[in-house]
């Protein structure tokens, strides 16, 4: 059969699934966020969810433990339409620690020239691929993400900080090539400089997401929305099915010119 007959064509009339990775600093609401989501199921990597109400899997104390709560969501009956992971650097976390049980490694540095962390990029590849098939029963998948300050080694200026995540690097790029949404949840704070006095940080409490890359953190969106959204998956959720609805009006009068 010619692979032009198995083409396929986005429905436009339908909502794609969320593939999402939420970061930010501690206590910003990352997983209020997910718990807001459609109708959510935790996998908890860590003990977050004490105060918030929301269906989640026992605490994993193992990778595979992780991996198995991702396999029931992919592959068992059910009625969640969203799976949150909290969070991927306590999963990595115990990545490294199966790593290192599987091959009999004091640490993940043991082996040398990387290779510790070149195999936990490769347990991290299955466990996404796992989520892959959530993605394809129609379930979205959000990943939520703690943050550190690093300083940015910038080619073309002076080192400066930023907020990373706190996974490994292959870890962290892999996670950002893997998802559709990659936001930045913060708390909006502006400067005040009064005078010659040094200027200082004012916040009132108001958090945002943060859609597209600074050069204070990573961020991107595979469709256009605001720069800043509020931090709720009502805000984002609305933005996303008032994006998509402009791209496939603006597709339709490309179509009826031509």
Known sequence: MSLLNQVE???QSSVPVVRMNIQGTDGVGKSTFGAS?????????????SFIDAPRFPLCNTWNEILD???SVANEEHNYKTVVLDTTDRASSLCQQHACEQNGWKSIETPGFGKGFTAEKEYWQ????????CIRKGINVILLSHVQEKTFNDPEREPYDRWTMRCP????????????FNFFA????????????????????N?????KFAAAYDAKSRIELPDKIDFSWESFYTHYTAALSNKSNTQDIVKEAV
């Open 9 to 11: 064509n986005r429905d």
């Open 37 to 49: 989501a459609e109708s959510p199921i935790f996998i908890q990597a860590e003990d977050g969810l």
């Open 69 to 71: 709560c991702v396999e």
């Open 126 to 133: 299955k466990l996404l691929d796992g989520l892959d098939f």
């Open 169 to 180: 690097k292959g870890v962290n790029a892999l996670i950002k090539d893997w998802v559709d």
């Open 186 to 205: 913060s708390y909006e704070t502006n400067t005040v400089k009064e005078g010659s006095n040094k200027a200082r940080a004012v916040s009132f409490g």
């Open 207 to 211: 958090r945002a997401l943060f859609t």
